[in-house]
């Protein structure tokens, strides 16, 4: 099992019907088969982080991660999603599988995601503040 958590924050000029469709979006995209697990909603932790929302997932394995990544319902609503973020942190991923590897491949696959869709890579460049691990 993998477990991934984002924390995120929208940007001041987004407008509360914009941050609603983002949230359902990310709901949405939580819902896809390769996703074991979700939460999404009002982040729990340090307001003086600057994080107001967060996401967690889980995924049965790396096949399962490559799928979520690639899957039609998540590339759909990036390009809604990802312009309303001021912050992003994608946490550092929790897992039990015992490959020693499996961080650099999780790190391949999104690096073969921004290699083969570059406009994920623009909106990602645009979020103001991003963070991984």
Known sequence: ????????AFREDST???????????????????????????????PAEGYTHGYSFGLADLDAFERYMYDPVHLAGDPEILPHYAKLHVGLAVSDDPDPELAAKITAVYQGKLAEYPEWDRLMAAIPEVRFG
């Not at 099992?1 to 995120?8: D, S």
């Not at 983002?22 to 729990?44: Q, W, Y």
């Open 16 to 46: 509360a019907e914009q941050k609603a469709r983002a949230l359902d979006l990310i709901r949405r995209t939580a819902a896809v088969e390769s996703v074991a697990f979700s939460t999404v909603g009002e982040l729990l932790g340090d």
């Open 1 to 8: 099992m993998i477990v991934q958590f984002m924390r995120f």
